[in-house]
């Protein structure tokens, strides 16, 4: 058998396992999942635009945009190719940027309100914007025939992977972004309509300090209850390096600004600038840990009363800058809580002792405040023409005093979210909770519901392979549209039937659902729940002796120096702690227990949380986890526990794969060398340096790069700036079997992502689609690894038929290939150690408490 017969029989099976696979995970769902085939070679989607009357999304991506019917999802995308002429691209390249950069990655779209559609992209650095007309699905045209194109500088980030949003207001484009090609300069501006109207802020670190913007929303006054008169207004959050504290580092701050729709600018001071732009602190801490979250990653906007703006609320989704391990919470802030900050005292910085106060007096009008009937009465029917002292002093004190404080509704440790959804149960009065669609960063969705003060976690569903980032949720008609940046899923995201078994539907009682023993099925009710612990009395009713705050007991089987991770699933803000045996090789890492397996170490161990009870706010324990560690039988052979019995399976199929191919390649080698000795043919003295031996063996003299198509499609670090300074950005492999990998087809495996998570119109996550043409290859030093003989390092040369051993050049040779052949097994000692398998656990660092 040769060589190429083995690799053309073990390649489609390869294949059949991994799609087998993939195919095994999204299957069962009951949904609809698009994979990278399904459009035509597009990916890097990063902006999504929702038709909610036809259902149709409109999907931003390099160098084209795609429309999907949402409701026929079996139905091929239209597809619009937009891309960046070549002169232009190596344009691009000379002035210092990377190919894959040159691209024109759309990063806007918005509906014009006249059967257009508004579209900006950062075309090679050189932001563009374009109308797509819905009737005929087509980018107006120039008179010379090309796309019909107007300047997107201020409208659409040079770069892509800058943070970035924009609303659509009135048909007037609002943005945030940086406005030069070194994303050093940041502006929040009117970006369109009337050229005397296009305005900005002010470039001060006072308005904008070092900010990466997050989110933005149109909040327009009802027309029919708005007595005072008050103007429209346009909301950003973003986070920005504060100027407030004087620590010696930065410190990020999570904001919210707003400026007025109405506002025009000054006369003579803040001419083409806002004179409305004001900014406060938000604030997702919780007290009694004083655990504060100061990185904003994204902002959901809802109403918790349909048609009421004032009732608008405003769901954060959060980071800390102080926790080395990964981390998420979501806050929630009320318009109502927004406004009366912003009417509060203002901060300022008195430049003669360096601390902050609140300035005095504040000058009338109120600096600020968006244009209301009051004012018009008193002669200030535009912002043309507020006094100059009302305009210096909102210059110099755009920061407000107070800040904008909640507590988290969710803390979950280890994991990092990147989008966040809400959907609300009950309505007005009878409003019960909240269900949280939240997005990871391993492709996958949680739900959580929220009622009170008290967080359940519902499930838990994988939706893209781990390397793809969820950047995109939108909710629709009862799904969720969930978009990464090669793959769409549409899933059901309302009603009780969501919550397939008894437990999970137990735990959503307080949303209003209820277990059908009849049916088998999870049902919505409007009975309310008894006295007592909600999820727990729903919990009886399944027969099972488990509820939210009553655990079973899981057995774990262990031996001894074991070093293992005990999980505790902390949703609510309030601290954790375990009860186990006295003994000091235990750690807690947040709300996990790290345990060293010895004699002392045995017996139950217990996790308790504090949580919120019904009806009241002081936090009372409730009990998350419980384990019992037992010394396995050393009579067993090693048993293996349930919960890692497969993955031994899969190391012990992987050794066998590779066993059988080193077992091939010796007899081939060794076959070979046989042939050759009976012919009486020897190597030169020079053969270790000839083509052939390049070949076979890793020279020491000569570097030789790795295979561009190895087992595992090499990865490109991309070289990310942000806000001007370049920084080292993690670059991740995907690996997927789409494609035929043949010459004319496309093939996926080489395609890298750049993940930035960003909200709003900002999800820059992109990444280089590599076609691929050839075939798996092994490296030399695998196939050098036959040759050394398991107990010397060294290979028994085949005797001639005299029966003595051949010396001379031989010998030579022999040592030559000893030194290639230790040269190539120690490169193959370092492939092997980048796969996860076969890294042993890195030590956990401690924590270092830091507070602002």
């Known amino acids: 058998m040769t060589l190429r017969g083995v690799m053309l029989i073990l390649l489609p099976v390869c294949c059949l396992l991994s799609g087998g696979s993939r195919a095994a995970t999204l299957g069962g769902l009951g949904d609809t999942i698009l994979g990278p085939k399904t459009f035509l070679g597009v990916s890097n989607f990063s902006t999504f635009l929702l038709d909610r009357s036809t259902g149709m999304l409109f999907l931003g991506a390099r160098d084209a945009i795609l429309a999907v019917d949402t409701n026929k999802l079996n139905e091929r995308p239209r597809k619009i190719v937009w891309d960046v002429p070549e002169e232009k691209r190596r344009s691009c390249v000379a002035k210092g940027k990377t190919e894959v950069d040159c691209n024109n990655y759309i990063r806007l779209l918005e509906f014009l309100g006249d059967g257009r559609i508004y579209v900006c992209g950062t075309y090679a650095f050189d932001p563009q914007c374009a109308f797509l007309e819905l009737s005929s699905f087509t980018l107006e045209k120039a008179e010379d025939g090309g796309v019909k194109m107007e300047t997107g500088k201020g409208k659409c980030p040079f770069e892509p992977s800058q943070h970035y949003t924009a609303v659509m207001a009135g048909g007037t484009l609002y943005t945030a972004a940086t406005s030069n090609f070194l994303g050093t300069l940041f502006d929040i501006s009117r970006a369109t309509g009337p050229e005397q109207g296009r305005i900005r802020t002010e470039r001060s670190i006072n308005w904008l300090s070092d900010p990466e913007f997050v989110s933005s929303a149109f909040i327009e006054e009802a027309p029919d209850n708005n007595p005072t008169g008050d103007d429209d207004k346009i909301y950003f959050f973003f986070t920005e390096v504060a100027k407030e504290y004087d620590l010696y580092t930065k410190v990020k701050v999570p904001r919210v600004a707003r400026v007025c729709k109405s506002d025009v600018g000054g006369m003579k001071t803040l001419q083409r600038r806002w004179t409305t732009f004001l900014k406060a602190q938000l604030v997702c801490e919780d007290k009694p840990s004083g655990q504060r979250y100061n990185i904003l990653t994204d902002v959901f906007t809802t109403q918790h009363t349909p048609g009421d703006p004032s009732s608008t609320h405003f769901y954060g989704l959060f980071t800390s800058q102080w926790e080395r391990e990964e981390m998420s919470a979501v806050c929630v802030f009320s318009l109502s809580d927004i406004s009366k900050v912003l009417d509060g005292p203002f901060k300022e910085l008195k430049k003669t002792c360096e601390t902050w106060i609140n300035p005095e007096p504040v000058p009338t009008p109120r600096p600020g405040q968006c244009l209301n009937n009051a004012l018009k009465a008193d002669g200030f029917e535009s912002s043309l023409k507020l006094p100059d002292k009302v305009l210096t002093f909102v210059r110099d004190h755009p920061l407000m005093e107070n800040s904008v404080t909640a507590a988290p509704l969710l803390v979950r440790k280890g994991v990092r979210y990147t989008k966040l959804a809400v959907t609300l149960t009950g309505s007005g009065d009878e409003r019960r909770g909240a269900v949280l669609h939240l997005g990871t960063d391993r492709g996958e969705l949680h739900w959580v ?169 002081d936090p009372t324990p409730c009990r998350r986890a419980a384990y019992q560690l037992t010394l396995e039988d050393p009579s067993a052979g090693g048993t293996i526990a349930s919960a890692g019995g497969r993955h031994v399976l899969a190391i012990y199929i992987l050794f066998f794969f590779c066993g059988f191919l080193l077992g091939v390649f010796l007899l081939y080698f060794v076959t070979r060398r046989r042939s050759m000795s009976r012919q009486g043919r020897h190597l030169p003295d020079n053969s270790l340096s000839s083509e052939k031996g390049r070949d076979l063996l890793g020279s020491s003299a000569t570097p030789q790069s790795p295979s561009s198509a190895s087992l595992m499609s090499e990865g490109f670090r991309l070289t990310e700036k942000r806000n001007g300074t370049t920084t080292s950005t993690t670059t991740t492999t995907l690996l997927s079997n789409q494609g035929n990998g043949g010459p004319h087809g496309n093939s996926y495996s080489g395609t890298l992502i750049n993940s930035n998570p960003s909200n709003g119109h900002g999800n820059s996550l992109y990444g280089n689609l590599n076609t691929s043409s050839s075939g798996l290859k092994f490296t030399s030093e695998i196939l050098a690894a036959d040759l050394l003989d398991g107990r010397t390092g060294e290979r028994e040369r085949v005797r001639p038929e005299g029966g003595e051993r051949e010396s001379g050049e031989g010998d030579e040779v022999d040592e030559g290939l000893r030194d290639g052949l230790g040269e190539g097994m120690k490169k193959l000692e370092e492939e092997l150690s980048s796969f996860p398998m076969f890294k042993s656990p890195a030590p956990l660092a401690k924590c270092e408490e830091s507070s602002i």
Request: with cysteine; aromatic share 2%; hydrophobic share 30%.
């Open 449 to 617: 519901a929220v009622v009170g003060q008290n967080a359940t976690l519902l499930q838990e569903i994988p939706l893209f392979t781990s390397q793809e980032p969820i950047n995109n949720i939108l909710l629709h008609q009862g799904r969720a549209l969930v978009g990464s940046p090669l793959s769409l899923a549409r899933v059901q995201a309302e009603g009780c039937a969501l919550y397939m078994g008894c437990e999970v539907c137990a735990r959503a009682r307080g949303l209003g659902c209820e277990w059908s023993t009849e049916e088998k099925a999870c049902r919505s009710t409007t009975a309310e729940p008894g006295p007592g612990d909600v999820v727990d009395d729903a919990l009886r009713k399944c027969h099972t002796e488990e509820g939210r705050c009553t655990p079973s007991i899981r057995e774990l089987r262990v031996s001894l120096g074991l070093r293992l991770l005990l999980p505790c699933v902390q949703l609510s803000p309030r601290p954790c702690g375990w009860d186990h045996p006295p003994d000091r090789h235990t750690r807690q890492h947040h709300s996990d227990l790290e345990v060293t397996v010895t004699m002392d170490s045995l017996g139950k161990y217990i996790c308790t949380c504090q949580e919120a009870g019904p009806g009241i706010r």
